[in-house]
């Protein structure tokens, strides 16, 4: 972050000329008193608000994401297809990789075609480390989670093993903001 700055109507300074750089796999804690701006700054460090002053870059091949600590959540799906919709990529590579798996039994199919996108799904498979995805993603439905009223609801023995799954689960070679 360069000389970064959020300012909200009328004229309210929330974040005025930030520099922050982090090193690779550190661990950041944000802390300040309600209302000082914590939420703001992870908002604008995972791309959410973009009504900014100055500059937010990232190195290259770098992503984050960001878990908020009260997400809007569609009442009608499973937590399973929540998590899974924001690996929709990763899934569709997936998908994609299977499904050339099962041409290479059609005689008339183009090996040489189906074996270079095969090798460049899986270069791409392995960069995200998705091999196992549904393995990573399986204690979610042993922790017994579902939701109520659009918000997710932890089985009875407590919401830190939820969250240490879900935190799993959406560990795929990203970098998360938790909010």
């Known amino acids: 972050m360069l000389g970064v700055s959020k300012t909200v109507p ?59 600590q009260e997400p809007k959540l569609d009442p ?36 040489d075609k189906l074996m270079e996108r095969m090798g460049t799904l899986q270069d791409k498979i392995d960069a995200a480390d998705a091999w196992e995805i549904d393995n990573v993603l399986q204690p979610l439905f042993l922790q017994g989670c579902t939701l109520q009223d659009g918000n997710l609801k932890p089985p009875a023995f407590g919401s830190q093993r939820l969250t240490d799954s879900i935190l799993q689960a959406t560990r795929l070679k990203e970098h998360w903001v938790i909010e």
């Open 10 to 68: 009328p004229n309210r300074v929330i974040l005025k000329d930030i520099y922050l750089s982090f090193f690779y796999g550190a661990k950041i804690g944000i802390i300040g008193s309600n209302g000082s701006g914590k939420s703001t700054l992870m908002r604008l460090i995972a791309g959410i608000d973009d009504n900014y002053q100055g500059k937010i870059e990232f190195s290259r091949d770098y992503t984050v994401g960001m878990l908020e």
């Open 76 to 111: 009608d799906k499973t937590v399973i297809e929540l998590v899974r919709e924001g690996k929709k990529e990763i899934l569709d590579m997936l998908d994609e990789y299977n499904a050339i798996t099962e041409k290479f039994s059609d005689p008339k199919a183009d090996q």
